[in-house]
């Protein structure tokens, strides 16, 4: 199994631009999560989907930033438009119940 | 505010040595976990716990868990340089399936 798979890995824009982080699921699995994290706000949970269904979107920051699923094997966040205080590591993880989540390797976002 | 908080923030030890890493949470939990972080890499599952265990064995890990406290220990024996990373704790607060994580612990393994 390849894993969760995360693209891209590295993304650098320029403030007001769109960014659309990419997210595949590992097959089989029924839950997927969007963090980030920073140096001073550590991991935080932005969004969670079941069954393709977002359950808790708390910790999306703004109407900025949004999370879609249209299907079990890819999601994406987006942010519009992205502020240098999004400049942050975004990590995708998905799992078969809510514990024991498998991590991707995560997009470093810098925005100029 | 984060529900599970560790301790130290920072930990250098000699190979060989063992590790113990704390970690303290705030509301009751179903269940914690230890996850680990290498530098630049996302987090691996290490270790999950429910609230009706008081220890956990794996490898070279041991988890222990005292609900009355609201803490958690987790000792990596016989270190290796390879283990160095962040140790994070996570929580699932009780209820839902929002899983908390803590600061972490940065380990620092000398060869």
């Known amino acids: 199994d390849a894993g969760v798979i995360q693209s891209p890995r590295h993304e650098v824009t320029e403030m007001g631009q769109e960014v659309t982080l990419r997210c595949k699921p590992i097959s089989g699995h029924d839950y997927l999560f969007w963090y980030r994290q920073t140096m001073m706000r550590g991991l935080e949970l932005l969004i969670y989907f079941n069954n393709n269904v977002p359950i808790d979107d708390s910790g999306m920051p703004e109407d900025r930033f949004s999370a879609k699923m249209p299907n079990a094997s890819f999601s994406t966040l987006k942010i519009q438009p992205s502020e240098p205080r999004d400049s942050a590591v975004y990590f995708c993880?998905?799992?078969?119940?809510?514990?024991?989540?498998?991590f991707g390797p995560g997009t470093r976002l810098t925005v100029t | 505010s984060q529900q599970g908080e560790e301790d130290p923030q920072a930990l250098s030890i000699q190979e060989g040595e063992n590790a113990t890493m704390n970690c303290s949470y705030k509301t009751s939990i179903n269940n914690l976990q230890w996850y680990r972080q290498n530098s630049g890499r996302g987090l691996v599952h290490l270790i999950l716990?429910?609230?009706?265990?008081r220890e956990k064995h794996s490898g070279r890990l041991r988890v222990t868990l005292d609900t009355s406290k609201k803490s958690s220990s987790l000792l990596i024996t016989a270190s290796r340089a390879a283990d160095t990373a962040s140790y994070f704790c996570?929580?699932?607060?009780?209820?839902?399936?929002?899983?908390?994580f803590g600061a972490g612990t940065r380990l620092f393994v000398k060869a």
């Open positions: 996570a929580t699932d607060g009780g209820g839902g399936f929002k899983t908390i």
């Open positions: 716990i429910r609230s009706n265990e």
């Open positions: 993880a998905s799992s078969l119940a809510p514990a024991e989540q498998y």
